[in-house]
């Protein structure tokens, strides 16, 4: 569904994305791990729109995302949603106009309408009787539910995911994994998450794929990157300090 | 040493041009985005209400004292050339062609503008900004166009306000304080005050509320580096609007005479 074809990116001389080369399933959960600082955020940055790429292509169904022009990649946004670290809720409004906002903004359903499908979404995400609460009101889990909610209101195509549990309690984090798959599976959607969260990836991935030094050094399902010789990528997933991989 | 200077030099002048050329990219990018359709009415308005409705106390308070102060000082000055008749004209002209329009601009942009630094920095490193984005709303046109539209329109209005506030101070001090006679004051003031001076501090009042939002916007829309950088996105909105403001009055002052 969406290929990402030698992707560069440099930061104040820094190359963080040296030739990333990645291909996201339609109706399938990618991960795509790596340390922190490793360029997860930057490239699924890439992929919404948010950052330019020095050189590279990401083609989605044959059209090349990082040459449209912006009217055109603003329809294209519209079968994207996104799920922020920090949820990104507006601050100025309740959880029911966040949840509304993208129906408000590119439809024209009438308020009672809109509501009926924010507390709909709201209902698929496990919380009732919130639509008023602002978001200063809520918990941490609280928000990344609402942020879903808002991320897969348009239904779109794919949705991505930045560092979903982060922040979370163990808890909390494993509702969240719980919560990714059931809305997935039930609404056919393609998901891409970025996550240092092992036991998250486990539980979610059907595809992963894992960014060190700026490219994809490894991918499979769960079972092949838990068979990986790869040192690398054996040192993460057993989250070991000895290896490879420096600790800075 | 010399060296060193000279690359501090030119981090200076490079970062000036950035900002200067950043802040033309956004003037150009709002003027657009305002004429585009769906034009925001309802933000524009709830921007309205904040720039204008609630800064009415603060300009209201600043004109009146400003008026006062006037009108006492100018008694004090004009009295020593037997001209106490002329406390009224210089009150209402001072404040309708100077006063008026820079004391607004630098009150609201001490409270508007920095607000808005602050709320807009933090939308951005809340990555709110960037969820806009990414709902395929663009984030200069529902956040900057409405601030600024409603900047122009909500500063002229103040600086009306402010001026005939202030003329009512005056005119509290120096008649029912000073003992000037009412009907010199009011007719001397008649007199010398043209409607061109109104309008004179209303152009200006307009080119100040550009500059206030669009300042505002524009540090807190690249606001970088977590809470500290709101905190430095609003302190330095609040001096380069103040700078822009007083530079500004000199130079369309310097036109307009």
Known sequence: MIKIIDLKKTFNHKQVLDGVNLEIEKGKITVIIGRS?????????HIIGLLKPDSGRIMFEDMDLTAMRERDFNEILKRFGMLFQGAALFDSMTVAENVGFPLKEHTDLQSADILKTVSEKL??????????????DLSGGMKKRVGLARAIVMSPEIVLFDEPTTGLDPVMSDSVGTLILETQKALQT?????THDITLTYKIADKIAMLHEGRIIAEGTVDEMKASDNPVVRQFLEGRAEGPIKVY | MLKKNLEQLGRNVGGFVTTAGRITMLLGWTCVYAFVPPVKFKNIFKQMEFVGVQSLFVVILTGMFTGMVLALQGYNALKRFGAESLVGPTVALSMARELGPVLTGLMVTGRAGSAMATELGTMRVTEQIDALFTMGVNP???LVSPRVIAGICMFPLLTVITDFVGVVGGYLVGVKLLGINQGVYIGR???FVQINDIFTGLTKSLMFGLITTLVACYYGFYTTGGAEGVGRAATSSVVLSSVLILVSDYLMSSMMA
Do not use: Q
């Not at chain 1, 600082?37 to 940055?45: P, Q, W």
């Not at chain 1, 393609?190 to 970025?194: D, L, S």
């Open chain 1, 37 to 45: 600082g490793e360029g997860k955020s930057v490239l699924i940055k």
């Open chain 1, 123 to 136: 209902n698929r995400v496990g919380l009732h009787g919130v639509e008023e609460m602002m978001p200063s």
């Open chain 1, 190 to 194: 393609t998901y891409a998450v970025i």
């Open chain 2, 140 to 142: 200069v046109k529902y």
């Open chain 2, 189 to 191: 003031t008649i007199d």
